[in-house]
Structures are given as structure tokens and as C-alpha cells.
């Protein structure tokens, strides 16, 4: 595994006297995918939001190393997508560009044009979100993330409310545009075991810790007995719809 | 007991402390942003333009009520002639203000703080805060300001509608004589007056639009209930608050402009 391109060390956060996160540490490496894993109000969330500069937390630090820009760029995947309801597709996904950057009008649009065939959202451009499928409103919540040229993208449960189709359609859809686009990924998921088809390593949260960390494949080969609990849900359910 | 109204007493002090640092945040922020001007002229527009409908109508029955109740008023003390400044005079000072500020927090200030609650709610002030899109900047300041354009010109219209509605009822249908009626106001209407109605829309502009921003944009601290029922509450303790801002901030203004 190539060397850590996110570096997190002590991280904790508490909500009153509840302890949320607990000195986590975690070595992310570049170009990779991690996945957070974890029980329902565990945590994986604030953890996202910690990172991303969403919350503060009470202690600990976040570095970023081998980045090709003085302050790495990072994006943030919301669960519900956060689309503006009152801009189109293609305002949307121009949005960070057009309030942050010095760029001309014509440079705007026709990089924003060239993510959006790269996205096959073309069609949709000057629909609003409203108009178009849960798919689709993923893909331009994507392409908003994208078009800043991003070093790492944060998901945050990117596939609740979808069906199962739909729902590996968005797997298919991160790891194929990581490829292209060459960005790490850091993603809080619930679905397990399907997610770890396209995830190189996996962190399970559990009491504030980092209770797991480690590829996919020995996690569902032999679960560590504190893991069992969690994953045997899933797995009897897989095997009794086969 | 005491010590209920003690924690409600710094409450009350630490949110209007808030209050005054978002407002503050907001009216600073405006001009470092990019494309302010196209923002601002869109708020302009949802505050202005929108409103100017229900500011006529209001403004014109206003002054036709008025223009019945001073005329029966005045008739008493045989002193029909002074209807047109009794009209004018309570509409550009006291009336045209209060009842401008009211009718655009109930169309404006109600859509604000429901539609900023709503992008709180679905993360999207969030998701600006993740693009280094400054929230108070992008939604608040252009309204902010949009109010501070927007509440005098309205209320210029309603006084303008408002006098010609006392004229319709006091000249047109109940006899008074026309010049004596346009001459009062001539007479006695200063731009002082003029000044200090226009001093007090630019106050509720200001207060009744920071509360409800600052409603909708702290709709998950503020509200008990979280989702649509939160932003339904925080909307309608932003129409409530402005409500009271606008009278009890009128009673203080008047209190200092009449002293003055």
C-alpha cells in the first residue's frame, strides 16, 4: 500500500458527556477507498464532518500529505445530495467555479459541459434537480464535487433510500469515476457486505474506536468475534434471499 | 421562580447577542463576495417587486379608512379642512412605516426564513460551508441589503397610495374641499417628517430581515421539533418576533424623534 495521503491522529469529539469519537487514528492512502463502517449513531458521520471542517473537534489532527496543492482540495457528498432546488443542473454543478474561482464565463461553461457528457448529464443540464431521477441527482451531486478537481471526496451514505439496482449502480459509479478521475475516497457506509466489492480498506466503528482496520476480504472470510454481531445480519439475510 | 426568569433574562440577552453578530457577519460580508450585484438584484426583486401588490392595496384601503375615521373625528370640532393633514401626517410618520414592514415580513419575511430553515434542513448550507462558500454571505447579505433598498421605496409608495386613498374618501365622496385638502399637506408635511418615516423603514427593514434569516438559518437549534414541523415553528416565531420588533422598536424611534 502506497504511502498515507490523509493523516488523522488523536481525533476525538463528545456531545455533552457522550464520547463520539475516541482518539481515532487513521492513515488514509492516496488514490484509495476506505470505507467507514458501523452501527446506526455510532459516529461515522461527525467523523466525516470532522474531517471536512463541518464540526470541530475537541482534540487531535488532521494532515494531509504528498498533496499537489497548498490547502488539498476536499468535497463532501452529502446522504441527501444538498442540490439547490432553485438552480439547474448545470448552475449546480458550476456553483463552486462560478463563487470561488477568477474564471470567464465561456471557461465556465464549457468545463462544466465537459464533466457533464464525462457524466452522461448532458440531456439534463438545465433541469432542475426536482425533475430528475435519485440517480441522477447522485451523478450531479458528483459532478458538483468533481469540478473543482477535488484530491479526496467524503460520501456520506451515498446509497440511502435507494434500491438494491440503483443502490450497486452508485457503487459502479464511484469506483469507475475514481479511476477516471483519479480521486480518494473516504465513504460512511450501512451496506454491508455489498460495499466491500469496491472498497480496498475497511474501518469499522464501534464504541469511538477504530475497532477494525484492514482490507475487506479477511473481514468476511473469518469476522473477529466483536464483529461477528455485526456482520451476521447481514450475511444470514444474503444467504436466506439466495 | 427567580431563578426560571434569570435563565430566561440571559437567553433572552445571549440570543439577541447572536442576533447582532449575524447581522453584523451578514451586512459585512456582501461585498466579498463574487457576483454580489446579480444577487442583490434578484433579492430586490423577491422583496420589492414581489411585494408592491399587497403594499398598494393595503395602502390604498388604509388611507380610505383613515380618511373616513379623521373626517367623522374632525367634523366634530368643525375642523374638516385639516383632513389632508391628519392623513398625510399619521401615514408618513406612524402608519405607512409600521403597516409596510408588516405586510412584506408577511410575504417576504415568512418565504425567508421558510426557505432558508428548508436549506438547512437538506444540508445545503452545509454543503456551501464544504465548498468554502461563506452561508451568511451568499443567502443573507444580498436580502439584507435588498431590505435596506427596498422597505423606504415601499414605504414611499404605501404613503403616496394611502394619502390619495383619504382623498378619495374625505374630497371625492364626503365633500371636503380639494385645494384646502392638498394645501394642508403642503403646509404642514416637512421632510423632516418625510426623514423619520423613512429612518423608521430602514430600522424594521433591517431587524425584521435579520430575524428571520437568523430563524431559518438556526432552524435545528432553534426549533423543538426537527424537519418540517421546525421550519413551520421557526417560520411562524419569525413572522411573531418581527411583529413585535417593528412596534416596539417604532414606539422607541418615535419616543426619540418626537423628543429631538
Known amino acids: 500500500m502506497s504511502e498515507a495521503f490523509l493523516e488523522i491522529r488523536g481525533l476525538s469529539k463528545r456531545f455533552g458527556d457522550q464520547v463520539i469519537l475516541d482518539a481515532i487514528d487513521m492513515d488514509i492512502p492516496l488514490e484509495s477507498h476506505t470505507t467507514v463502517i458501523g452501527k446506526s449513531g455510532i459516529g461515522k458521520s461527525v467523523l466525516l464532518k470532522c474531517l471536512s471542517g463541518l464540526m470541530t473537534p475537541e482534540s487531535g489532527t488532521v494532515r494531509f500529505s504528498h498533496s499537489n496543492q497548498a490547502v488539498p482540495q476536499c468535497a463532501y457528498m452529502f446522504q441527501q445530495n444538498a442540490l439547490f432546488d432553485s438552480l439547474t443542473v448545470f448552475e449546480n454543478v458550476a456553483l463552486p467555479l462560478r463563487e470561488k474561482e477568477r474564471i470567464s464565463k465561456v471557461a465556465l461553461a464549457e468545463k462544466v459541459n465537459d464533466l457533464l457528457e464525462q457524466l452522461e448529464l448532458v440531456d439534463a443540464a438545465s433541469k432542475y434537480p426536482a425533475e430528475i431521477s435519485g440517480g441522477m441527482q447522485k451523478r450531479v451531486a458528483l459532478a458538483r464535487a468533481l469540478i473543482t478537481s477535488p484530491e479526496i471526496i467524503l460520501f456520506d451514505e451515498p446509497t440511502t433510500g435507494l434500491d438494491p439496482q440503483r443502490k450497486f449502480g452508485v457503487f459502479d459509479m464511484i469506483r469507475d469515476y475514481r479511476k477516471r478521475f483519479g480521486f480518494t475516497v473516504l465513504m460512511v457506509s450501512h451496506d454491508v457486505p455489498e460495499v466491500f466489492g469496491i472498497t480496498d480498506q475497511v474501518a469499522w466503528l464501534d464504541a469511538g474506536r477504530i475497532a477494525y482496520w484492514g482490507p475487506p476480504q479477511p473481514l468476511m472470510e473469518s469476522p473477529p468475534p466483536e464483529l461477528e454481531g455485526f456482520l451476521k445480519p447481514t450475511l444470514s439475510t444474503e444467504s436466506s434471499a439466495v | ?260
Open chain 2, 1 to 260: 421562580m427567580i431563578g426560571r426568569v434569570g435563565r430566561k433574562g440571559i437567553s433572552l440577552v445571549s440570543e439577541l447577542g447572536e442576533l447582532t453578530l449575524f447581522s453584523a457577519s451578514s451586512l459585512g460580508s456582501l461585498f466579498l463576495q463574487r457576483h454580489y450585484f446579480e444577487k442583490l438584484v434578484r433579492s430586490i426583486y423577491e422583496i420589492g417587486v414581489r411585494c408592491i401588490p399587497i403594499t398598494l392595496i393595503v395602502g390604498l384601503f388604509t388611507g380610505l379608512v383613515l380618511g373616513l375615521q379623521l373626517y367623522y373625528v374632525l367634523t366634530k370640532f368643525s375642523s374638516e379642512s385639516l383632513l389632508g393633514q391628519a392623513v398625510a401626517l399619521s401615514i408618513i410618520m406612524e402608519i405607512g412605516p409600521v403597516f409596510t414592514a408588516i405586510m412584506i415580513v408577511g410575504q417576504a419575511g415568512s418565504a425567508l426564513s421558510a426557505e432558508i430553515g428548508i436549506q438547512r434542513n437538506a444540508e445545503q448550507i452545509d454543503a456551501l460551508k464544504t465548498m468554502r462558500i461563506n452561508p451568511l454571505a451568499f443567502l443573507v447579505s444580498p436580502r439584507l441589503y435588498a431590505a435596506l433598498i427596498c422597505f423606504p421605496i415601499l414605504t414611499a409608495m404605501f404613503d403616496i397610495v394611502g394619502i390619495f386613498g383619504g382623498h378619495l374618501t374625505g374630497v371625492s365622496m364626503l365633500g371636503v374641499d380639494e385645494g384646502a385638502y392638498w394645501n394642508r399637506i403642503y403646509e404642514s408635511v416637512s421632510i423632516t417628517n418625510v426623514r423619520d418615516g423613512f429612518l423608521k423603514a430602514l430600522t424594521f427593514g433591517l431587524l425584521t430581515t435579520s430575524i428571520c434569516a437568523f430563524q431559518g438559518y438556526f432552524t435545528h437549534t432553534k426549533a423543538s421539533i426537527p424537519g418540517a414541523r421546525g421550519v413551520s415553528q421557526t417560520t411562524t416565531r419569525a413572522v411573531v418576533l418581527s411583529s413585535i420588533a417593528i412596534l416596539a422598536s417604532d414606539y422607541l424611534l418615535t419616543s426619540f424623534l418626537l423628543e429631538k
